[in-house]
């Protein structure tokens, strides 16, 4: 199987709407990230490329827009009776959720002042006349994200309608997130624009352990090599590549160019600067102790 040709024809597809950086990358990276692999290797990472997606800006804003537009007729949303809000972490950073509610808000057609950073800046008088929360973002890996965000949540979703607009959710993040709203007794409509299986069957004995013996040959490491939590997925945004997706596609390492990198944070200058005033206070403290 020739994996150029694979490549040729997912990159038609992912650039039906025009190039981008990410694109660009690929193609550059491509030679690169395949080289040193045998046959049959090779023929392991067609059938993924072919499951492979990848969503530029534009192609993201087409999906939102339309999803948005279908939200908008099968719930009847409208100004009174809605808001729109962000997925939070955990550790309160901005995740891609937020990006996300904003290419909502340019292009739902719903009232911009309905779009809320944070559910706590509604009154509780206000809350109660809110039938629909609608939460925005790129992909659903595990769901945990998504669940552990409603249940630190001080608003209650009792008699309400969440809607989780998602470009991509795995298959078992949509069943488990489903099985929470049951127990909690809590309505959550997902429209997604894929849902996804994962990269391998279940009862696959034989390529999945040739994947994961060819991610070592790359040095790529056994937290990432089927994806976080073993998600097994198989796609990238033009903001940023999961760490869902299978490792090979997105970790660099001195033994594999991938031809989607991710962006990884950094840590900002002043936490640096904390962190080492920390560590000096323990070992003085220590060194006194002696």
Not at 25 to 37: H, P
Not at 165 to 174: H, L, S
Request: contains cysteine; charged residues 30%; glycine residues 4%.
């Amino acid at each position: 199987m020739n994996i150029d040709d694979v490549f040729e024809e997912r990159l038609e597809k992912w650039s039906l709407l025009g190039f981008d950086s990410k694109l660009d990358t690929a193609i550059d990276n491509i030679e690169e990230w395949t080289k040193n692999f045998n046959n049959k290797e090779i023929d392991i990472l067609c059938e993924l490329l072919k499951k492979f997606d990848y969503y530029t800006y534009s192609n993201v804003s087409e999906i939102i827009k339309e999803l948005s537009a279908i939200s908008k007729e099968k719930f009847d949303l409208s100004e009174n009776n809605s808001i729109v809000s962000v997925i939070r972490k955990a550790d309160g950073k901005l995740g891609s959720s937020s990006e996300y509610m904003i290419l909502h808000k340019m292009v739902s057609g719903l009232n911009k002042s309905i779009y809320y950073e944070s559910l706590e800046a509604i009154k509780d008088e206000e809350w109660n006349n809110i039938k629909n929360i609608i939460f925005v973002d790129d992909c659903c890996g595990t769901g945990k994200t998504f669940m552990k965000f409603l249940k630190q949540q001080k608003k209650s979703f009792l008699n309400k309608r969440i809607i989780f607009i998602v470009i991509e959710i795995m298959e078992k993040a949509k069943y488990d997130i489903e099985d929470y709203a049951k127990c909690e007794n809590l309505c959550i409509e997902i429209l997604a624009h894929e849902i996804r299986e994962k990269a391998f069957k279940i009862d696959d004995k034989i390529l999945s352990p040739m994947f994961i013996e060819m991610s070592k040959k790359r040095h790529i490491c056994e937290k990432y090599i089927m994806g976080y939590e073993q998600t097994e997925a198989l796609m990238a945004f033009y903001n940023n590549t999961p760490n869902n997706t299978l490792g090979l596609f997105w970790l660099q390492t001195p033994e594999n160019i991938p031809i989607f990198p991710r962006e990884l944070a950094g840590i900002p200058g002043w936490k640096k600067l904390s962190k080492e005033k920390e560590r000096r206070a323990k070992q003085q403290y220590e060194a006194k102790r002696e």
